[in-house]
T-cell receptor, first 113, second 116 residues
Framework: AQSVAQPEDQVNVAEGNPLTVKCTYSVSGNPYLFWYVQYPNRGLQFLLKYITGDNLVKGSYGFEAEFNKSQTSFHLKKPSALVSDSALYFCAVLNNAGNMLTFGGGTRLMVKP | ETGVTQTPRHLVMGMTNKKSLKCEQH?????MYWYKQSAKKPLELMFV???????ENNSVPSRFSPECPNSSHLFLHLHTLQPEDSALYLC???????????????FGNGTRLTVT
C-alpha cells in the first residue's frame, strides 16, 4: 500500500529565513508527487508537482521541491520565508495507474516576524 | 476562485437534524470527491463519483449519503450525525476518475460542520 509521511506536525521559521517542510513516500513504480497548501478556512490549493525530469521543481509563491529517489523524499523548500506563508501544507503521492492519491497528515508552517 | 464552490461555508446541526452539503464545479470535470478533514488526522477520502456513478465508498457510515445528479453537482446528505462527525468537509474534482499528473485535484473551500 502506498503512503506519505510528513514527520513534523509543525515547523517554525523566522521571516526571511529558508524553510523546509519534509515529506517521504512509499509507492509502487515511479511516483507522481504533489504539494498542496491550505490557508485558514480555505480548501487545499495546488502548489507544485513532480512528474519526471529535473529533480528540482518550482511552483507557486516562490516554493520549490526536491525529488530524491534514493531517499524517497520530496521536501518542500523556500529560500526566504514570508509571514503570509503560514499555512497547512500537504504532500501527496499518486500511483502510476492514477487511481489512488494519498495525502500526508499535513505540516503546519508558522513564520514569525 | 477555485472553480469548485461549496455551500454552506458553515453549518451547525443537532444530532436529529437532516441537512445537505452542496458542491458545484465549473471546470468541466468528470470526477468529484468528498473528503473529511478532522483536526490532527489525515484527509479521509469518503466518496468518489465518476460520470455520475459512485465508484468508491470508503467504509463511510450510512448517516452520510452522497448524491451526484450530474457531473457538475455533488451533494452530501446528512442525518442523525454524531458529535465526532464535526469536521471540515471538502469537495474536490478532477478531469477524470483516473487522476492525471498534469491535472491534479481542485478543491472547494469546504463546509465547516459542527454537530451539537
Amino acid at each position: 500500500a502506498q503512503s506519505v509521511a510528513q514527520p513534523e506536525d509543525q515547523v517554525n521559521v523566522a521571516e526571511g529565513n529558508p524553510l523546509t517542510v519534509k515529506c517521504t513516500y512509499s509507492v509502487s513504480g515511479n511516483p507522481y508527487l504533489f504539494w498542496y497548501v491550505q490557508y485558514p478556512n480555505r480548501g487545499l490549493q495546488f502548489l507544485l508537482k513532480y512528474i519526471t525530469g529535473d529533480n528540482l521543481v518550482k511552483g507557486s509563491y516562490g516554493f520549490e521541491a526536491e525529488f530524491n529517489k534514493s531517499q524517497t523524499s520530496f521536501h518542500l523548500k523556500k529560500p526566504s520565508a514570508l509571514v503570509s506563508d503560514s499555512a497547512l501544507y500537504f504532500c501527496a503521492v499518486l500511483n502510476n495507474a492514477g487511481n489512488m492519491l494519498t495525502f500526508g497528515g499535513g505540516t503546519r508552517l508558522m513564520v514569525k516576524p | 476562485e477555485t472553480g469548485v464552490t461549496q455551500t454552506p461555508r458553515h453549518l451547525v446541526m443537532g444530532m436529529t437534524n437532516k441537512k445537505s452539503l452542496k458542491c458545484e464545479q465549473h471546470l468541466g470535470h468528470n470526477a468529484m470527491y468528498w473528503y473529511k478533514q478532522s483536526a490532527k488526522k489525515p484527509l479521509e477520502l469518503m466518496f468518489v463519483y465518476s460520470l455520475e456513478e459512485r465508484v468508491e465508498n470508503n467504509s463511510v457510515p450510512s448517516r452520510f449519503s452522497p448524491e451526484c445528479p450530474n457531473s457538475s453537482h455533488l451533494f452530501l446528505h446528512l442525518h442523525t450525525l454524531q458529535p465526532e462527525d464535526s469536521a471540515l468537509y471538502l469537495c474536490a474534482s478532477s478531469q477524470d476518475r483516473i487522476v492525471h499528473p498534469n491535472s491534479p485535484l481542485h478543491f472547494g473551500n469546504g463546509t465547516r460542520l459542527t454537530v451539537t
